[in-house]
């Protein structure tokens, strides 16, 4: 989907969890945007990259992923290789891996789901201090490690970019 087909069809969602939790729309739209890769890879409705701890609950699914870490020695359920890489100057781990991750009826839900995940996880509290700025907000859950790879925030930052062209 190109990214002003993205933005008109799920600006809404964002906006309607902005009203509902405070948390700026655009680094809302943005994190949307970025883990499923501008709508065109959201199975299951799952718009956010929001892994499914337990596995066993059947609102889970298991699909492919990439993880970095300095630890050689992560488990997830299924590892599929590990590479070597530099990133910002720091060796890491390249993990390529099935992971469980949550599933939604309709996008809302995932909308939703993805602001109380924020909420509710004490890692991002600071993040949640200042959630009406975007960029300080994608800042702050960078840090607390909402993903893996160390230029999360620079490539959410440049997507708030995107998005404001076309709203």
Known sequence: MKP???????????????????????AILAQAAL???????????????????????????LLRTTEYSTNPNLKFPVIINISNVIRNNIKMFKYTIKDYFR??????QSFTDHCNFLIKNKR????????SDAN???DEI????????????KTLKSIVLTIEKYI
């Open 4 to 26: 002003k087909d993205f933005v008109n069809k799920y600006i809404n969602y964002a906006k309607e969890s902005e009203k509902k939790t405070g948390i700026n729309y655009k």
């Open 35 to 61: 883990e499923s890769g501008w709508g065109e890879s959201a199975p299951g409705n799952m718009f956010f990259g929001v892994k499914d701890t337990d596995g066993i609950n059947g609102n889970e699914q």
């Open 103 to 108: 599933k939604y009826s309709i996008p809302e």
């Open 124 to 131: 991002y509290a600071k993040a949640l201090m200042v959630k």
């Open 142 to 153: 960078a840090l607390a490690g909402y993903a893996t790879d160390p230029n999360y925030a």
């Open 136 to 138: 300080k907000f994608i």
